[in-house]
């Protein structure tokens, strides 16, 4: 039997203590992907067998390099905030889950900073 | 009190009992292919880093990616990302408010299961 209000419970936003700020930025991240997804997939679709100097000519373009940029930064944070939930929603112990969600946001900026230096790298190179 | 019922809270239907419904198993893939676009994004990553590098690591991870079990990949994370963006715009709609009558829930469910194979292909067709 818990002797708190209602409004003391909810008023540490849950027991997440964050209240609805990663449920938002999902929405968020899921909405600007909906025209980045479009846009990069084609072009890269296209490049992909075609070559090496054909992605290079393709990412040497500063406007697909500007999507391939958005694209990958928003799929990293899209995909840390995702699998954060999968990590939570099934990793029970305590030490396992914290492990995880570490190495969850860890790999997602990583893999995330990777891509955006080889674009880059690409774009300034061409 | 806020307790009052705690305890005594309906539990979630057990999966090994739970007769499988479009809506259901349309939920459970869209966790599922989420966490399989994983695999897709990182071998982007590869590729992208590997062109940046040089041309033979280029020539490796581009190798790899065009061999028959790097298509297979490459098509299964397709389909996963035309899945998952079409059920997410319908998790949106839900999210405005929209779409919860069971009749439309289950014809919305079908529709972006047609549809993700059928941009799948298109897509496979039009690059």
């Known amino acids: 039997m818990g002797y708190k209000t209602d409004y003391a419970r909810v008023h540490g936003l849950g027991a997440a203590g964050e209240g609805v700020t990663h449920w938002w930025r999902q929405r968020l991240s899921s909405i600007a992907l909906i025209p980045l997804t479009l846009l990069f997939l084609f072009p890269f679709a296209s490049a992909l067998g075609e070559g090496h100097e054909a992605v290079l000519a393709l990412y040497g373009d500063m406007r697909h390099a500007l999507v391939a940029v958005l694209m990958i930064v928003v799929t990293f944070w899209h995909l840390a905030q995702g699998l954060q939930v999968v990590i939570e929603d099934y990793v029970h112990s305590k030490v396992a889950r914290t492990a995880l969600l570490l190495v969850n946001t860890f790999a997602n900026f990583a893999l995330g900073a990777a891509g955006v230096l080889a674009v880059a790298t690409i774009l300034f190179g061409a | ?127």
Do not use: C
């Open chain 2, 1 to 127: 009190m806020a307790d009052v019922n705690r305890g005594k809270r309906p539990l979630s239907p057990h999966l090994q009992v739970y007769r499988p419904q479009i809506t259901s198993v349309m939920s459970i893939l869209h966790r599922l292919t989420g966490i399989g676009l994983t695999l897709g994004a990182v071998l982007v990553i590869w590729w992208l880093i590997a062109a940046a590098i040089s041309p033979e690591a280029f020539a490796t991870a581009d190798g790899f990616l065009t061999s028959w079990f790097g298509l297979l990949i490459l098509v299964g994370s397709l389909w996963a990302l035309w899945y998952h963006a079409l059920n997410g715009i319908r998790h949106l709609v839900w999210d405005a408010g929209y779409g919860y009558e069971l009749d439309v829930m289950e014809k919305s469910g079908w529709a972006v299961a047609g549809g993700s194979v059928v941009l799948t292909v298109l897509t496979l067709i039009v690059v």
